[in-house]
């Protein structure tokens, strides 16, 4: 164990944060497989454990805590370590002193609040005019409604820090590579990083392929962008995530609650939850099934009904014609 802080500590800091960035996307994927391999129901004690879980008590509690470490434990775990992730990357803090300014900032406050106030009603637009075409969409398929629960005020408050900390934690590893003066870019970078993410996840491409499902990974694709733009704008992720709550809360009151809401974060404990799907689906799969098979019994039914009469019309034509012929063989030869 000795070796191996000795050689971690030997990666430097940018390094070792791109180590921990890499483990962060492996860990996400797994989840994310995991939960989509268990879509199909299991046998045995684990698929009789697994939906009992999530309606005890302890499965949902159990699920928090493990989205509570993955999104929120690892950076500051990292936080914590010898300073391998700081505080002003993340855009917690200023550059200014704190005892003169507010968080590190000063009067920025004012112009990073403007400018985050004209990205968030540009990504207003964009979340409308999204909707009004995926409405369009919806209305020519068969996708349904694509409803889901937007939850409490703080299950959004919470699904929002995590994806805000949790993707600017991904933005430092550019950030800290691409140096001072090109935090644009850097945000931008993050962004690939939260596409490569998402692109591992099977679950990304099944919605996407869904008209009823590809609102919430389009949209929350939509806050991924405006967040990286708003951090470019303003270095500072208090008000990133104050305008991405407001967005994700504006869109749900605005459209009636139609929208699915933008803001659900990663892809690991959702295991119960695929499996309980998994088990509604196969329950419409078997119903389908029997539906089939009764119409397949009422097919055969008519073929044989159809042959039967077919043979009694055949049989009878024989038997008159029969009849005829013995009727010309008993008339007398003129």
């Known amino acids: 164990m000795t070796d191996f802080w000795a050689w971690l500590n030997g990666l430097g800091a940018r390094r070792e944060l791109a180590l921990w960035v890499a483990i962060s996307v492996l860990l996400h994927t797994l989840g994310a497989l995991l939960a989509w391999r268990f879509r199909r129901p299991l046998t045995g004690w684990l698929g009789r454990t697994l939906p009992r879980l999530r309606h005890h008590w302890s499965g949902p509690l159990l699920l928090q805590v493990i989205r509570f470490a993955y999104f929120l434990g690892l950076p500051y775990a990292l936080l914590i370590r010898r300073g391998v992730l700081e505080l002003q990357p993340l855009g917690l803090l200023g550059p200014a002193d704190l005892d003169q300014s507010l968080l590190g900032w000063g009067g920025e406050w004012l112009i990073a609040t403007g400018r985050m106030v004209v990205v968030g009603l540009a990504g207003a637009l964009v979340m409308l005019w999204g909707w009004a075409n995926l409405k369009w969409v919806l209305s020519h398929s068969d996708g349904g409604r694509g409803t ?186 003129l």
């Open 148 to 333: 889901i629960d937007s939850g409490t005020a703080g299950a959004l408050v919470r699904e929002t820090i995590y994806l805000q900390v949790h993707w600017a934690f991904y933005r430092t590893v550019p950030l800290l590579w691409l140096g001072a003066g090109n935090e644009g870019w850097a945000a931008f970078a993050g962004v690939g990083i939260v596409a490569l993410e998402a692109a591992l996840d099977p679950r990304f491409w099944a919605a996407l392929g869904d008209p009823g499902r590809a609102a919430q990974p389009l949209f929350t694709g939509v806050l991924c962008w405006l967040s990286a733009l708003g951090f470019a704008l303003t270095h500072n992720l208090w008000l990133v995530a104050t305008t991405h709550a407001a967005l994700v809360w504006g869109s749900l009151r605005w459209l009636g609650r139609s929208l699915p809401a933008p803001g659900f974060a990663g892809g690991l404990g959702n295991v119960a939850l695929a499996q309980e799907e998994a088990q509604d689906d196969q329950r419409a799969e078997d119903q389908g099934r029997q539906k089939a098979d009764a119409l397949q019994v009422a097919d055969d039914v008519l073929v044989l009904l159809t042959s039967v009469s077919e043979a009694r019309r055949r049989s009878r034509a024989g038997a008159q014609a029969g009849a005829v012929g013995q009727g010309r063989d008993r008339q007398p030869g």
